[in-house]
C-alpha cells in the first residue's frame, strides 16, 4: 500500500489561502467518507484539525476546511496566520479495512 | 478532558520485543477505539492497529505477523507489543482515541521515541 499523494510542501503570505491536495484511489478516498486531516507542529503530537472529511472539532477554527472531489480529498486553510506554519497530513480508511496516511505536507508562512 | 500518556523503554536491541503503554484519563477506555501510530524520525506516519470494546482488533498487514494490541479495563491501559524489532522499528509511538471511523483518531497522546540499536 502506497501512501496517499500530498504535495511536499506549500507556501503564502499572511492572509491568503492556500489548499493542500491528498490524492488516492478510487478503494481509499474515493470509496469513503472516512478522510481527516491532522496538523503537526515541530517536536508535538499531530492534531485532528477536519474528519468526516468535512467536519471539525469543537474548538478547530472556521479557518480550516475540508472537501472531497473523486479520489482527491483537499484542506483549505482561509486567512492564512503565522501559527499556521506547520506540517499537515492527511489520512483515510481503504477497502483492506486499514487507515492511511499521505506524505504530509509542509506548510510556510511568508 | 481525555489524557493518554504513553510510556516504554526508549531503547531496546534487534530482535527483543517492544512493550508499551498507553494510560488514559479522563474517559472509560471501555468505549472508543484505541489506535497505536508510529512516526520514523523525520518521515511520516504509519498506522499500526487498533483494539475496541470487547477485544476487537485491527492490524496494518505489514505489522500484523509481529504484533499485539490489548486493553487492561482495570488499569485503563492500552498495550502494545511488537515483537523482534530491527532498526526499521525505530520512531516515536503515539496511542490516540477514536470516536468512530469518521473520527478514528480525535485524542492523541505526547508520544514515546523508540530507539531499536545494538
Known amino acids: 500500500q502506497s501512501a496517499l499523494t500530498q504535495p511536499a510542501s506549500l507556501s503564502g503570505s499572511p492572509g491568503q489561502s492556500i489548499t493542500i491536495s491528498c490524492t488516492g484511489t478510487s478503494s481509499d478516498v474515493g470509496a469513503y467518507n472516512y478522510v481527516s486531516w491532522y496538523q503537526q507542529h515541530p517536536g508535538k503530537a499531530p492534531k485532528v484539525l477536519i474528519y468526516?472529511?468535512?467536519d471539525r472539532p469543537s474548538g478547530t477554527s472556521t479557518r480550516f476546511s475540508g472537501s472531497k472531489s473523486g479520489n482527491t480529498a483537499s484542506l483549505t486553510i482561509s486567512g492564512l496566520q503565522t501559527e499556521d506554519e506547520a506540517q499537515y497530513f492527511c489520512s483515510s480508511y481503504t477497502s483492506a479495512g486499514t487507515w492511511m496516511f499521505g506524505g504530509g505536507t509542509q506548510v510556510t508562512v511568508l | 478532558q481525555v489524557q493518554l500518556q504513553e510510556s516504554g523503554p526508549g531503547v531496546l536491541n534487534p530482535s527483543e520485543t517492544l512493550s508499551l503503554t498507553c494510560t488514559v484519563s479522563?474517559?472509560?477506555?471501555?468505549?472508543?477505539?484505541w489506535s497505536w501510530i508510529r512516526q520514523s524520525p523525520g518521515k511520516g506516519l504509519e498506522w499500526i492497529g487498533y483494539?475496541?470494546?470487547?477485544?476487537?482488533?485491527n492490524y496494518n498487514p505489514s505489522l500484523k505477523s509481529r504484533l499485539t494490541i490489548s486493553a487492561d479495563t482495570s488499569k485503563s491501559q492500552v498495550s502494545l507489543k511488537l515483537n523482534s524489532v530491527t532498526a526499521a522499528d525505530t520512531a516515536v509511538y503515539y496511542c490516540?482515541?477514536?470516536?468512530?471511523?469518521?473520527?478514528?483518531?480525535?485524542?492523541w497522546g505526547q508520544g514515546t521515541l523508540v530507539i531499536v540499536s545494538s
Open positions: 483494539t475496541y470494546y470487547g477485544g476487537n482488533t
Open positions: 490516540a482515541r477514536g470516536l468512530s471511523y469518521f473520527d478514528i483518531l480525535r485524542d
Open positions: 479522563g474517559v472509560s477506555i471501555t468505549s472508543s477505539y
Open positions: 468526516g472529511v468535512t
